[in-house]
């Protein structure tokens, strides 16, 4: 009699296992685990999300079948993240940010020296294109705190490439920048010249919107507190390259100029 009663208490707990393990409504049990079924009422992103989960479910070392089972099992799941099903794969690194997605002033020489030329003929602005396509730069103005604005020509800036808007060409005398920088002559002073005491500058593009912006010493007019004022003989500098707040913390005085690079 006693033998009679023992026998059913491994029926009772195998009962017990399975009941517990019947998935309930809102467990997506079937189709994570069932991906040669996709639920194609499901966006495409979600699809991915189920073939992903199933991927890593199934890449656990001990044995496939066994080990899903008693990790989605509310008895043993717990045990699962430090026992033998080994360890799920990591997920994958995110995609990168992608760069800043607009063109960008990254450097104003506005005090020249007289190792670098004169006043007001030699000052120059360096813009950069962090985006993952070539500009091209028709239609295109900078402008001075003063609101004079100079075509940028017809030139096109490659990915990842620099330009110079200078007066003329003989700035390119007193510097040496790398070759594959795009050259804009403007044919006169930037704006109405670039103010050692403080100014701005503004990036339009075709449609005469700002595109980047950025005032320094005495002039607030593009952020407030603008870029601190260097000494004659060194620039403006983005810094990091690629941040752009709309700040002066984006920029840094650079003693010895670095035009297109
Ligand atoms: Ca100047
Ligand atoms: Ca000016
Ligand atoms: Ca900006
Ligand atoms: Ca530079």
């Not at 339009?204 to 010493?217: A, C, G, Q, R, T």
Request: glycine letters at 8%; hydrophobic letters at 35%.
């Amino acid at each position: 009699m006693r033998k009679t009663k023992l026998f059913f208490v491994p029926l009772v707990l195998a009962a017990l296992f399975v009941w517990t393990g019947v998935p309930t409504t809102g467990q997506a049990v079937e189709r994570s685990e069932r991906p040669d079924r996709p639920d194609r009422s499901a966006p495409a992103a979600a699809q991915e999300e189920i073939t992903l989960h199933t991927t890593n479910h199934s890449s656990k070392k001990f044995g496939g079948a066994l080990c899903n089972v008693f990790s989605s099992h509310p008895f043993f799941m717990w045990l699962t993240p430090f026992s033998w099903c080994g360890t799920p794969e990591p997920e994958p690194e995110p995609e990168p940010e992608p760069d800043v997605d607009h063109l960008l002033i990254t450097e104003v020489y506005y005090d020249v020296d007289d190792a670098h030329g004169t006043e007001t003929a030699n000052e120059w602005v360096e813009i950069y294109n962090s985006t993952g396509a070539d500009i091209d730069l028709t239609g295109w103005t900078i402008e001075d705190a003063n609101g004079s604005a100079d075509s940028l020509g017809t030139s096109t800036i490659p990915t990842g490439g620099f330009a110079i808007i200078a007066e003329d060409d003989t700035t390119a005398t007193f510097w040496a920048w790398p070759a594959e920088t795009v050259v804009i002559l403007v044919g006169a002073t930037i704006g109405n010249a670039l103010g050692n005491a403080g100014d701005a500058l503004y990036l339009k593009n075709s449609l005469e919107e700002i595109v980047d912006s950025v005032s320094w010493d005495s002039s607030t007019a593009a952020f407030d507190p603008s870029v601190p004022g260097v000494p004659e003989g060194s620039s403006i500098a983005r810094d990091p390259l690629t941040t752009d707040t709309n700040t002066a913390a984006d920029w840094i005085e650079l003693e010895t100029p670095n035009p297109g690079e």
